[in-house]
Every structure is written in C-alpha cells, then in structure tokens.
C-alpha cells in the first residue's frame, strides 16, 4: 500500500508543484579537481545539508511498484566517523547504506566521504555487498558490482555535497567509468518545504541524480539543514514528475540540538511543530533474481 495515501490534500498539492517545477538547463557536468592537501586530518564531514553525526542512525521507508508487482523499500543509514579507510592520502568517515525490499537485505554498502577546508563534501568510494535470491526469497549468491574506490581502476572523487549549492550547478559525485559508477548531480531548488513521516522541514534543498549509464533514471533526493537526506524521489519521467517511488524519513536516533544547526538550521521547523496533521537511500540497488 502506498504510503502516499496518508498525505492530506494539501500537503500533496504543494509538493508536487515543488516537484514538476523545471530544473533550469546546465552545462556540462563539473570534474571536480582533487588536492589531497586541501583536507585537514580527522576534520568533521558538517556541511549543512550533509552533516555526519557519528552513531547516528536514521530510518527511510516507502511503496511502490516494480515490474507489475508491489514492493516495500526500507533503508537504514549509520554514520561511521572517521572510520574509514585512507583514500588518495584522505581519512575518510563511513556512512552505512542497508537496503531491504520487502523485508530482505538486497544491498549493504559503505559510502566514503571526506570534506574538505572550501567546504565540500568529497566521495571517495563505496565498498559494495549485492544480495541475489531466487523466486522463492532463497539467497543465492551476493556480489560486489556497482563497487570503487578513487584511484583504483582509474576511478576519481566527486562531490556528494559541495559547498556551491548555486541552483544548476552540476557536477560528477563519482567518475569510475571502469567500475560502471558514473553518477552526477544538479543542485535544482532551495528554499522548498517539504513534510515527511518524521516531520515538516523548510530551507530544503533539492538535487536531481542522473546517470550516464543510464539517461532514463532520474531521481530527485531531498535535503534538510542539520538532518541532511531526508526523502528521495525515485523513478521520475522526462518531465521530472510523476515518481514511481517515495522514499522518506520515519525514524532518527539522534537529533541535532537546535543551537548546533547555526544559521542553516532556523529554517528547521522542528520533529513535531506544523506538520501536517496526516501522515508518509543511498543508492537503491533492484532486487536481483536469479
């Protein structure tokens, strides 16, 4: 059942005019260029919009439909701070992706990120474990693809979260050609609100994912300050409408004290306050079937 049934009319009508507004044409994607000098060691990924808070855990859950057949998509992401391996000289924080569809562990991935002294936030790399089953939800085997690391293979860094959120800038999050993993992003909007099953958030910033591989993925991710990823839009059309899937917040472990949020954070309306009165990660890698 899909969870955007619990949306009351009004909160449905002013999202999705946040989301058919057209995202204004761009040039070419940016190559970020990388300095290994430009990071400090053990400095703290706290970029506003992407802040990791170290034990945090947070929970996303959302409906849809996959080949004919309904589905449910649960996330959990755990922030690792500076637990991480040393890449092209850089300590890198963790930030563990477990992806479950219909209650089983399709996907379970950690994400390498570092930040340097401008303000942007790097991606490293990603370790990968894919978990195959059968009809019958029998594993049958599990494999690494969609895995990289910078400097292996060719691969090079990118932003996951600059610290230029000029609306179309667009950049490369990663550029692993060999490894299949050649991700861009596009800052689209800022200033929206947006409600989710955890709460009502302003001064949300919002990002298109494309993917060379693959032209017709198109996704939209939602970003809170101090909360940072709190919905994803996945599956859009030509027109970037129409998602196939909504992916939103329901649970944190830890929330950020208002005072820690600084500027960024006083557009943050809080877990509970004005929300709607009705209620409704990563990378989302397809159950795979023998």
Known sequence: MSLA???????????????SASTPATAAPVLPDFNAAAFVPGASVNHPYFPLINGRVRVYEGSGEQNGEPFTERFILTDLVNAGPVILGVRTSVQRDQSFENGLLVED??????????????????????????DADNLIETNSEGQWR???????????????????????QEFAPADEAVDQATTSARGLSLTVPFGMFDDVLRVLETTELEPDAREFKFYAPGFGLIAAFEGLDESLANPELRVELIAVSQVPEPAALGLFGLGLLGVAAGRCSSRRLGNRQSRQRA
């Open 150 to 172: 910078a400097g292996v293979n060719g691969a090079l860094p990118g932003f996951i979260m600059p610290a230029n959120l000029d609306i179309g800038f667009n950049y490369y």
């Open 109 to 134: 991935t950690r994400d390498f990120y570092a930040q340097d002294t401008s303000g942007n936030v790097w991606y490293m790399g990603e370790d990968v474990t894919n978990f195959v089953y059968d």
């Open 5 to 19: 049934r619990y949306f009351p009319t009004a909160c449905v009508a002013m999202e999705l005019l946040a989301i």
